[in-house]
């Protein structure tokens, strides 16, 4: 019975805290390069979440655009498959704009300036959602099946018994986008510069790097990866304006108190350490999940105050 | 034409008057030395042939083999031919000698030099003549660099320049916190440097220090030049060490 709980606690914590990690990235390596604090992250996640029901519908069989025009006869149901590539493109180029438009004047700018003009952006973007498709909350969207697989049903797990399929491969497409991400940091020209950079942008600069560039593609990333949590939120969790600030900003930055300012190991650690936690408080004692979460976060705080992995305090 | 002059600079942080009219000329192939006391605006100057902002450079020119400097972006002025060991080393702590070593050569990337308004981009030193001259580095490429001694963090913040193959080196304090015996090895490495032909500005608080490998110095005090003259001659004005090195 124990064994049980505890399994169950460990593969709900396990999808609860990749959409965390996937979210804690973006906004921490933003925070490290840019010295930007991002409070319209979570409202990337609300994008994700509502773009993600768009493509969904419109690209599969029974109804959607692509339906209208036949393509149900040829047998192409894409959906959430067609979701996965759009959602994250869509973010992709929203975090472009939104660096270009919003981020970018306001670099060299106080604190204070960057905080209000994205919480005023997060509001805006509720807002107009709210506008267009109403305060309605949307049921969970699984796939039944992704990529001619069946992904849809329970199956037969040992130990717990019967478990949401999609649940299982939820987790295992989020972490090989993780993990994506990780090798990206990790291995590649343009992650070293934004591992140098989270550390000492001007002296990146001063060794003949356009750093800006990387800022660019760094902000666009972290959005891509945002929508991209909001989309598998999506499939297991229900949808409405107010999940941008509830269940994505918030958890984000307690992720970044954590894992630390800037570090890619340290979102994705303090991602699943907090999906866990939580996942757990909900079995044990669900009215104080979001509490512990906090003191968790608070505990980080007192004792490590850069975060687990950060080079540099979160409040500097 | 000297390789960088420095023509009647006015420079501020924020509303301070740092550098007041100053200007200096460094030649193509020597050892200048830049010496004076804290705050004297040492640093400062340097950050200003950088092109990097903070300072705000409002009056006054600088020109690099001829190109202006003021109001190009740092990284341009690097790639230009401009290598800078900060003070405080400022390495990357949390990335390898290596990867350290390998930022110069990201520069070079085409997706970081596409549209940009650079006249030439030299080539990179390859990285065996870098670990050729610092063997140190070359037994520690893949050891984290906020792991390394301070002696081999100040070799790994010249190598890094170094790597850039730039045509003025500036250094400023290089010997800050260094045990006797590591300050030998940063003057060999800066000797070594001078006699494979590239420019050398240093900045120094010690005198002494500065006079044993600079050919000709500059002393500024309070933001503002107020001695130039062969090492020798320094050497042997006493008064004037006196007066504004305190030594």
């Known amino acids: 019975m124990v064994l049980e709980t505890a399994i169950e606690i460990l593969l709900n914590g396990l999808q609860q805290g990749a959409i965390f990690a996937l979210l804690g990235i973006g906004l921490s390596v933003i925070l490290g390069t840019m010295d930007f604090l991002n409070l319209a992250h979570g409202a990337l996640y609300l994008i994700g979440g509502y773009a993600g029901m768009y493509f969904i519908r419109e690209t599969s069989l029974s109804a959607g655009y692509l339906n209208s025009i036949?393509?149900?006869?040829?047998?192409?149901?894409?959906?959430?498959?067609?979701?996965?590539?759009?959602?994250?493109?869509f973010g992709f180029i929203v975090g472009l704009l939104m660096e270009r438009y919003v981020a970018e004047p306001f670099y060299d700018r106080p604190e204070t300036d960057q905080l209000l003009v994205t919480f005023g952006l997060a509001l805006i973007v509720q807002e107009v959602i709210k506008g267009m498709l109403g305060g309605n909350t949307f049921q969970p969207t699984a796939p039944t099946t992704l990529f001619g697989i069946n992904v849809g049903g329970p199956v037969m797990l040992p130990i717990i018994g019967n478990y949401p399929q999609w649940r299982l491969y939820l987790v295992g497409i989020a972490l090989f986008v993780i993990g994506l991400t990780y090798l990206v940091i990790e291995k590649t020209d343009f992650g070293l510069v934004v591992q140098a950079g989270t550390h000492d942008s001007e002296m990146v600069r001063m060794l003949g790097?356009?750093?800006?560039?990387?800022?660019?593609?760094?902000?666009?990333?972290?959005?891509?990866?945002?929508?991209?949590?909001?989309?598998i939120g999506v499939s297991f969790q229900t949808v409405s304006p107010q999940i941008g600030t509830e269940r994505a900003l918030i958890p984000a930055f307690l992720v970044l108190v954590v894992g630390g300012a800037g570090s890619v190991i340290g979102a994705i650690f303090g991602g699943f350490v907090l999906g866990i936690t939580v996942a757990g408080m909900t079995v044990l004692a669900s009215q104080w999940a979001q509490i512990v979460l906090y003191?968790?976060?608070?505990?980080?705080?007192?004792?490590?105050?850069?975060?687990?992995?950060?080079?540099?305090?979160?409040?500097? | 034409m000297s390789l960088l002059e420095v023509d009647r600079i006015d420079a501020y942080y924020g509303q301070s008057h740092i550098l007041r009219d100053l200007s200096l000329e460094i030649e193509d192939g020597e050892v200048c030395a830049l010496l004076g006391r804290n705050g004297a605006g040492?640093?400062?100057?340097?950050?200003?042939?950088?092109?990097?902002?903070?300072?705000?450079?409002?009056?006054?020119?600088?020109?690099?083999?001829?190109d202006e400097v003021v109001g190009r972006e740092t990284e341009d002025v690097s790639i230009s031919g401009i290598g800078l060991v900060p003070e405080e080393r400022r390495i990357f702590p949390n990335l390898t000698v290596e990867e350290n070593l390998h930022l110069a050569e990201v520069s070079r990337n085409s997706s970081n030099l596409i549209g940009r308004n650079l006249s030439q981009v030299s080539?990179?030193?390859?990285?065996?003549?870098?670990?050729?001259?610092?063997?140190?580095?070359?037994?520690?490429?893949?050891?984290?660099?906020?792991?390394?001694?301070?002696?081999?963090?100040?070799?790994?913040?010249?190598a890094r320049a170094l790597r850039q193959n730039p045509r003025l080196l500036m250094l400023d304090e290089p010997y800050e916190g260094l045990a006797?015996?590591?300050?030998?090895?940063?003057?060999?490495?800066?000797?070594?440097?001078?006699?494979?032909?590239?420019?050398?500005?240093?900045?120094?608080?010690?005198?002494?220090?500065?006079?044993?490998?600079?050919?000709?110095?500059?002393?500024?005090?309070?933001?503002?030049?107020v001695y130039e003259g062969p090492s020798e001659e320094l050497r042997a004005d006493e008064e004037t060490r006196q007066r504004y090195l305190g030594v």
């Open chain 2, 123 to 158: 080539e990179t030193r390859p990285l065996r003549e870098i670990y050729d001259a610092f063997p140190r580095l070359d037994d520690r490429q893949n050891q984290m660099a906020g792991t390394l001694s301070g002696g081999e963090q100040q070799m790994l913040a010249i």
């Open chain 2, 180 to 225: 006797p015996q590591i300050i030998e090895d940063v003057e060999d490495a800066i000797r070594r440097i001078s006699e494979e032909g590239t420019t050398v500005l240093l900045v120094e608080q010690n005198a002494a220090a500065a006079i044993k490998i600079a050919e000709r110095c500059y002393i500024v005090d309070q933001g503002e030049i």
């Open chain 1, 295 to 316: 003191a968790v976060a608070a505990g980080v705080l007192l004792f490590r105050p850069e975060g687990l992995f950060g080079s540099k305090g979160v409040v500097e």
């Open chain 1, 209 to 231: 790097i356009r750093i800006n560039r990387s800022y660019s593609l760094v902000f666009a990333m972290g959005a891509a990866l945002a929508a991209f949590a909001g989309l």
């Open chain 1, 70 to 89: 036949g393509v149900d006869a040829i047998g192409l149901g894409l959906g959430f498959a067609a979701a996965m590539i759009l959602v994250p493109v």
């Open chain 2, 42 to 66: 040492k640093t400062t100057t340097l950050r200003c042939v950088a092109g990097a902002t903070p300072p705000d450079v409002r009056s006054g020119e600088i020109r690099f083999d001829g």
